[in-house]
């Protein structure tokens, strides 16, 4: 029997788990990001009771496309266009309140409103204007080692939530005169630190608090104790659906280091970004494009800095969400999905972007590399290894159709066909959503 995409996981729950059990579902990316998480998370929240970003900040970028509508998000969870669902950002989020107070009112404009179904919690770090100077100068500093950040700010503020002591947390909104004295102390470390690093002119101890009296007025009604409040829900039988930001070859730990972002990125940073534990998850889905993407620098071993990167970029759109830069495109990495897979115990995989590749006289996969004349299929995170990296390529069959309005698998093109068939192999997972297109409907449910 048929299911509907977006009632696809709850079709697997029956299955599974029985009629009366609630479904937590974690949608993680698998690749350098960019993968479409937006348009799965936004799908499953159909049937989700209370949608969890756990980690990031305004680096993310998750596009959600509803018929003439698109709304980029950067903070708020991808399943905020729905109405009446419950949507939390959880302790390990960055909350930058400048871009999350003008994406609740943005959506206010377009009569989605988020007043009683919003939680921030207390304990997500402040992103404030000297993480951003921070995160400014630190990357023209490094010149041509530049990471590539997206000048947000979210590096340093996570460099000071580990170092404790120059650190503002969404709760410290609640007191703004114990706020004033923190800022000041903080401001006037991060000018002496600016200056002589830099030679950077000060910056306004009094300009920061002022803008801070705003962002706590805005957010006010929003603050809570989410860990709390999402133990409560899961005692309380609701389905709860994590969302992920960047992609898992990003996490802080396990990704390419040093050209990762300053989180757990992978489904590993879940339990921790949220205070929820794996073991409460039942389902762990994984986002990939049918070909690879990176922004900023960093070893990229199936790059193609040519025409055919060219015209994945502009068939794609691949230009940043949150930056506007065009994205490197590359070919399909099995050996980086299927590392992805590994780490983060992924049950099935959603694979965005099958109608870019239409028309292409070439399709190659990456089924692994040669490292030091040895082949190998297992990914090697360690940045220095990978550069040396030569992909080890497989030549697959192309089509010419445009396929953005199938909606049933068996009326593909038979080479699209045999090229998903040919990844779930390669990836050892099941590949059950299939993107043919950026609205929420051109989803092929297999």
């Not at 950067?74 to 994406?103: F, Q």
């Not at 992978?266 to 794996?278: E, F, T």
Request: aromatic letters at 8%; hydrophobic letters at 35%; a negative charge.
């Amino acid at each position: 029997m048929r299911v509907a995409p977006e009632r696809w996981f709850w079709a697997v729950q029956k299955h599974f788990f029985g009629k009366t059990t609630p479904m937590n579902s974690c949608v993680v990316g698998l690749q350098w990001g960019d993968e479409g998480k937006g348009k799965v998370v936004d799908i499953l929240a159909e049937n989700s009771d209370i949608i969890v970003r756990y980690g990031g900040g305004a680096n993310a970028g998750h596009t959600v496309v509803v018929g003439d509508e698109k709304f980029a998000l950067h903070i708020l969870p991808s399943g905020s266009v729905r109405p009446g669902k419950t949507c939390v950002i959880a302790n390990a989020v960055v909350v930058d309140p400048e871009v999350l107070i003008n994406e609740i009112e943005t959506l206010g404009r377009k009569g989605i409103r988020l007043d009683g179904r919003l939680l921030v919690s207390e304990n997500a770090h402040v992103v404030l204007d000297y993480h951003k100077q921070e995160d400014r100068l630190r990357e023209e500093s490094l010149g041509k080692n530049k990471i590539g950040t997206t000048i947000r700010g979210i590096g340093p503020c996570y460099a000071d939530k580990v170092g404790r002591s120059y650190a503002v947390r969404v709760g410290d909104l609640r007191d703004l005169q114990g706020l004033k004295a923190m800022i000041q102390n903080i401001v006037g470390y991060k000018n002496r630190l600016f200056g002589a690093l830099y030679g950077a002119e000060p910056i306004s101890a009094e300009d920061i608090f002022n803008k801070c009296i705003g962002y706590a007025e805005a957010m006010a009604p929003f603050i809570a104790d989410t860990t709390e409040f999402l133990h409560d829900s899961i005692a309380n039988g609701k389905s709860i659906l994590f969302e992920g930001a960047q992609g898992s070859l990003l996490d802080i730990d396990h990704g390419t280091f040093p050209f990762v972002t300053s989180s757990n990125s992978s489904p590993l940073g879940m339990p921790s970004g949220s205070g929820v534990p794996a073991k409460m998850v039942q389902k762990f889905i994984g986002v990939a494009k049918a070909y690879s993407t990176r922004v900023g620098g960093g070893p990229f071993p199936t790059e193609q800095d040519n025409e055919i990167g060219q015209y994945i970029r502009d068939r794609g759109n691949e230009y940043g969400t949150t930056t506007g830069r065009p994205r490197r495109c590359g070919w399909f990495d099995a050996a980086a999905v299927s590392y992805s897979v590994a780490i983060g115990a992924i049950d099935s995989i959603s694979l965005m972007h099958l109608d870019t590749l239409s028309g292409l006289k070439e399709l190659r996969v990456c089924r692994g590399y040669k490292i030091d004349g040895k082949e190998t299929t297992f990914f090697p995170a360690n940045a220095t290894r990978l550069a040396k990296a030569e992909p080890v390529y497989e030549t697959l069959g192309c089509w010419d159709e445009e396929i953005t309005g199938v909606r049933d698998f068996n009326d593909l093109p038979v080479n699209a066909k045999d090229y998903v068939c040919r990844l779930e192999e390669l990836t050892k997972t099941p590949i059950t959503m299939v993107g043919v297109g950026p609205e929420r409907t051109e989803i092929i449910e297999r």
